[in-house]
């Protein structure tokens, strides 16, 4: 079950690229944006995090951090970030218990075959870790875009 808007985001301490810890309570006064996606390196997580590096001038200047979050290893968020030249923060939740804690380790369907993954999801969480706004079955074109005008009203 995922969380709704008005919700308390759950606080996460996970390892992160560049060597580094990420939680949520870190970025308290904050708003933070809080993106889940299948998989480093594939089409539709690269377009993603490709465009939210893009505008992430703008969502600083929003006050904003992006944070996206898979169950990639440390190891593989490096290597993303560095070919793909990422501005975004990438959390790596190899065993999943935040993916849980947010509902989207969900049950998928592919050509007939039915499988276990994460949902393409965003949160929009203010600065006291309260949950905004909640994208869910994220469609890639203009998601960004989208979720920055969110964070600017905010």
Same mark, same amino acid.
């Given at each position: 079950?995922?969380?709704? $808007?008005? #919700?308390?985001a %759950?606080d996460?301490?996970? %390892? ?9 309570s870190?970025?308290?006064?904050q708003?933070?944006?809080l993106?889940f996606? %299948?998989k480093?390196? *594939? %089409?539709g997580? *690269?377009?993603?995090?490709k465009?939210?590096s #893009? ?7 929003a006050?904003a951090?992006? $944070? ?5 290893s440390?190891?593989?968020h ?19 218990e935040?993916?849980e804690?947010y509902?989207?380790?969900v049950?998928?369907k ?6 276990m993954g994460?949902?393409?999801a *965003?949160?929009?969480?203010d600065g006291?870790?309260?949950i ?8 890639v074109?203009?998601?960004a875009e989208?979720?920055?005008?969110? #964070?600017?009203?905010?």
């Amino acid at each position: 079950m995922s969380l709704d $808007i008005g #919700a308390k985001a %759950p606080d996460f301490d996970l %390892p992160a690229a560049g060597d580094k810890n990420l939680r949520l309570s870190d970025f308290k006064g904050q708003k933070v944006v809080l993106y889940f996606y %299948p998989k480093d390196s *594939t %089409p539709g997580c *690269t377009t993603e995090a490709k465009d939210f590096s #893009a505008l992430i001038g703008e969502f600083k200047a929003a006050g904003a951090v992006v $944070i996206g979050m898979s169950k990639d290893s440390v190891t593989r968020h490096n290597n993303f970030i560095a070919k793909q030249d990422l501005k975004v923060e990438l959390a790596a939740d190899v065993d999943g218990e935040v993916i849980e804690k947010y509902g989207v380790w969900v049950e998928k369907k592919l050509y007939g075959r039915v499988y276990m993954g994460i949902e393409r999801a *965003t949160f929009l969480i203010d600065g006291d870790g309260v949950i905004r706004q909640v994208w869910h079955k994220v469609k890639v074109k203009g998601h960004a875009e989208a979720v920055l005008e969110a #964070a600017k009203a905010l």
